[in-house]
């Protein structure tokens, strides 16, 4: 079990990186009307961490499912490794699988779990042994191999699960909420696990989560999925940091979204009034005077009764809470015609810097302040 950063991917004709999977148009509907996947574009490159991101019904299993060949797709095409397959079924792709529930033989001993996928491709005993103690290792497990699953705590099982995925050393490993049943102390060493394990093999991975954290901490890339399409597929910084629509802002991490009337544009900038207040914002969708915007600042980005000469926007507000939760107090202020607006402040000093009732000024840089499409967000 083998693999380095070398080995990430080849280059096609063009000059170009080739994509180990590809998805060109693919959409999915099971009753011929809904759409729960529709015009799905992704290149994944060879050893890449993607992942696939959003709520409930956006998709994003029926994506893994169709790449793994549990669900034909409708319309489009699906390839590895350059060959479309569409028709392929799923145990002639030679791709590892971990889901939520572990699916684990429970009948069976670890290296019996972990056997099995060597002993249905034909292996021979010795390779087996040798294929099962490295995945052992790989997952540091050794020393378990003769319990059951029963005996076995979840995040062992996960291991498991996971060693199991990588035993017969495919080029492509799915995993499907893979880490939903651990509690978060679990959650968190397991996702340290994942990381770990990726590095070291290289492997493709292409991963389903809703939890936006975990995204973050894995992925090399991720996709945000809403209503069957892409919202915006980039990497965790650039997300964050980068949002190109509403959507996306509020999904990824906290986020203060203004709903406003622009009332100039200048170049990559927009004045935009917002309750009584003008904001000034870094202009990302196409807009003029007269259109409605959704402005995004996050809140570490707003400062409470800061040094005013460092901040364009400057707005006043009223402290409507204040929660203490230990690295930083999380304040909560009326401000822009809004009710809810969120600052956090770091806690370096003390509890006592804002109180409730509280009158502050309230300031953010021009470039931490999105302009972004009109998007109504459910408080």
């Not at 699906?78 to 939520?100: E, K, T, Y």
């Not at 005993?125 to 050794?142: G, H, Q």
């Not at 049943?181 to 696990?193: F, I």
């Not at 991490?253 to 914002?281: M, Q």
Request: aromatic letters at 6%.
């Amino acid at each position: 079990m083998t693999g380095s950063a070398a080995d990430r991917g080849t280059v096609d004709g063009s000059g170009a990186e080739a994509a180990h999977v590809e998805f060109e148009e693919v959409a999915k509907s099971y009753d011929g009307r809904t759409m729960a996947v529709q015009g799905f574009d992704l290149r994944v490159r060879r050893g890449e961490f993607v992942t696939l991101l959003g709520p409930s019904g956006s998709g994003k299993t029926t994506i893994l499912t169709m790449l793994a060949g549990f669900e034909a797709p409708t319309s489009g095409v699906i390839r590895i490794d350059g060959s479309r397959v569409d028709d392929l079924p799923p145990r002639r792709r030679g791709i590892g699988m971990v889901f939520q529930n572990y699916a684990l033989f429970p009948h069976m001993t670890v290296e019996e779990n972990l056997a099995f996928p060597l002993e249905v491709r034909g292996l021979a005993r010795a390779e087996c042994r040798e294929r099962v103690d490295s995945a052992l290792r790989l997952v540091r497990l050794e020393g378990l191999e003769k319990r059951r699953p029963g005996q076995l705590s979840g995040g062992q099982q996960q291991r498991v699960a996971i060693a199991r995925a990588l035993v017969f050393e495919p080029s492509l490993v799915l995993m499907d909420e893979p880490l939903g049943a651990l509690d978060r102390r679990l959650r968190e060493e397991m996702q340290y696990e994942i990381r770990r394990i990726h590095r070291e093999l290289a492997v493709t991975v292409v991963y389903v989560t809703h939890d936006q954290e975990e995204a973050m901490v894995l992925s090399e890339r991720i996709g945000v999925l809403r209503a069957g399409a892409v919202e915006q597929i980039a990497g965790p910084e650039a997300l964050y940091e980068e949002p190109e629509r509403s959507f996306v802002a509020d999904f990824i991490g906290e986020n203060n979204h203004l709903d406003g009337t622009v009332i100039a544009v200048d170049g990559d900038f927009c004045e935009v009034e917002v309750g009584r207040e003008r904001v000034r914002a870094l202009r990302i969708v196409e807009c003029k005077p007269g259109d409605r915007v959704t402005l995004s600042i996050r809140p570490e980005r707003v400062a409470v009764n800061p040094d005013l000469d460092l901040y364009q926007n400057q707005v006043g507000g009223t402290i409507r809470d204040v929660a203490f939760v230990g690295d930083h107090l999380r304040v909560r202020m009326a401000a822009c015609g809004v009710s809810n607006l969120v600052a956090k402040i770091p806690n370096v000093a003390g509890h006592g810097g804002v109180l409730v009732g509280d009158t502050v000024r309230i300031a953010w840089t021009v470039t931490d302040c999105r302009a972004l499409n009109f998007e109504t967000v459910q408080d």
